[in-house]
């Protein structure tokens, strides 16, 4: 196990290569014109229909949100013929797109890591509370994550997950989502190191993440959001949600010199909460807020969870699929919900004003307490925490805590900004592939969250310095200073409109304006008399700027590249051909290839060529027998483009011949990464492709995803 250390944030993005831009445009491109269809779509329907309110399956109705909890709707918008010339233009748009070399010694760095990390064979684990990285070899790494499992799970029944997915489509089912949710996605648990803990080298101890969760969890956390602010603003409980408002605590103490400070941390909060206590939480919460037995029954499923490893299925050890995950939906309102009911029987205690909770780190003062009243203090409060289940860290009669990233001092009254030992602020460089307005924030978003947790100038002055050289060493020349007395500008009410917002992803090696490009469009095919002009003029259609992939999420793939190697669903030790007479093979003894894109030329006698582009997500000798059906008999002549060529060639009486190749192989949609690359990747082939000699049709690049049918609910 060897550290790596790379001396800039992992937040910063490299520059693309460029068939990956052109695909994340695409995807972004195919979402916006889809709603700006299902709009066009809706306003014809209620022109027709004489209605105002919207049908739940537009995507951009707020009370159709409302009613589907958030999914959305999974259905293709129909074509419109008033906006067939506006996606032309829109497609000839990310065709005619220009890069540009862009080479500075910063993106320079990171393509040489990127090349040292896809030419590891190691894994690239991040530590838990420090920068640091450690490449571990695959046989470390899977005894690691084992020894972890095995403490707490044992192996699942086979038909456990089934059982919760069912459920997940009962409660679908009664909520009008089951062709909208899809089922638990069997996501790979992983670890962090604690590097910091003693005796790491040699004893290496880490946290085991699982980030296995139910679609259902959205709902949950909906509901439980509103349910935890009604007891908040019902009960005045001191719940904070940031460090702003635990300074707003501190500073109304009165007479602080004369307090002092008991400060607790919950021992694996998320872990150890049971299903008891999750219960007696919500009929705690029942005192103040009304929650139907609908609303418990999904708050519960949320809970069933399982781990997962390698295709294996973990459960507890004793047998329950109750578990409160860090990876949820709603793992972090469950955690508040409980907070709230521990904090109402500490307060009934203490006094509501004096103790507060951040999920699970507490703080707390007490007035006038010798040293014998606050070891009785923290025994009590140690003892209540036993009484749910729960242990805690405590320490009592202190003048000065570090909590959150604030240090606060009852002796003198102030506060000034924290850092954990070992952590060296990093930030985005400014020769990052970030868009130039997030660069430009950076520097002001630190200065003013170092104002806000400074209660002084010289406060701040003390902190500055490591702050400045971050930003110094990340090619910022911006000097933080001090403005927390200035008067923050007053808010615009700005009047709630129905906009529908283009996120194209930024690079730096782009030259065309994508932005400009497409505001231009919007204005040119929809002007003051056309009859969408009041859909979509530059009030209501705006642009923002997406990311690309950060350095994070390239050594996450990577690692799991390398972890699941056994996993690896390649044809290199398989059968590739099963042609009796391999002479005769349509693909050069590479039939049984799977998820593929593969091009089909069709050569005439009078020497015309044209190309069909197509899929398959199963092996092309599957596909290559249905494109023969079509070819045999006529009834099937639309079924494709090409059959559609073929019978009209036939009968023209001209002869033809058939090449199939394949051009990439690329993943399918699965509903881990909720991105299906063989889609995408087809439909960079025909937008890239020679028009005069493609059989394909524009319309084919707003479609819904048929790889992603088998993971909803409704099909489980």
Known sequence: MEQTRFNYSMKNIPIPSRSTYIKKLIEKTESVIKRIRWKAFFFEQNKVKNKTSRDN????????????????????????????????????????IEFRQVRDDFQDQ???????????????????????????????????????????YK???????????????????????????????????????????????????????NPAKSEIGRISKKLLENINTTIRQKTGLNQWKNSTSVINWFSSIQDKH????????????????????????????????????????IIMHSRKSLLFDKNTAWIKKNNSSFDVTMGSYDGAEVCELVGLFILNDLCNEYGKDNIGLYRDDGLAIFK???????????????????????????????????????????????????????????????KSNHPPNIIKQIPASINRRISDNSSSEDAFNKAKPVYDSALKASGYTETLTYNKDKQPARPRRNRQRNIIWYNPPFSKNVKTNVSRTFLKLISKHFPKQHKYHSLFNKNNVKVSYSCMDNMESIINKHNKKVTNADNDTSTVNQVQCNCRNKDQCPLDNKCL???????????????TCKNYIGLTEGTFKQRFSQHKATFKHRKYTNSTELSKYIWKLRDNNQDFNIKWTIIRRARPYNNISKRCDLCLTEKLMIITANPDRILNKRSELISKCRHENKFYLRNN
């Open 57 to 96: 399956d537009n995507d951009d109705s707020n009370s159709a949100a409302d009613n589907n909890f958030g999914f959305k709707s999974r259905k293709c918008p129909p074509q419109n013929e008033e906006l067939n010339n506006f996606e032309a233009d829109v497609y000839d748009m990310i065709k005619n």
């Open 110 to 152: 990171l393509q040489h890591d990127i090349r040292k990390i896809n030419n590891s064979t190691k894994a690239f684990i991040p530590a838990d509370k420090t920068t640091n990285y450690y490449e571990v070899d695959k046989t470390t790494h899977d005894k690691l994550i084992m020894d972890n499992i095995t403490s707490t």
């Open 155 to 209: 192996k699942a029944n086979a038909n456990t997950i089934n059982a919760i997915n069912d459920e997940a489509k009962d409660i679908a089912t009664n909520l009008n989502i089951a062709d909208r949710a899809e089922r638990m996605a069997e996501r790979q648990a992983f670890i962090t190191l604690k590097d910091h803990k003693d005796n790491f080298q040699n004893k290496p101890s880490c946290r085991l993440i």
């Open 258 to 297: 004369q307090h002092t400070f008991a400060v607790f941390d919950i021992e694996n909060f998320y872990p150890s909460i049971t299903e008891k206590l999750l219960t007696d939480a919500i009929t705690f919460a029942k005192q103040h807020t009304s929650i139907t037995d609908r609303d418990i029954d």
């Open 368 to 430: 006038h307490t010798s040293g014998p009243q606050a070891e009785r203090i923290r025994k009590d409060i140690t003892r209540r925490f036993k009484t749910h289940g729960l242990n805690i860290t405590i320490q009592t009669n202190m003048k000065t805590v570090n909590y959150l990233d604030v240090t606060f001092d009852l002796t003198n009254g102030t506060y000034c900004p924290y850092r954990k030992p070992n952590d060296h602020p990093q930030y985005i460089n400014t």
């Open 593 to 607: 290839t799977s998820s593929v894109i593969y091009n089909a030329q069709v050569t005439t006698n009078n020497a």
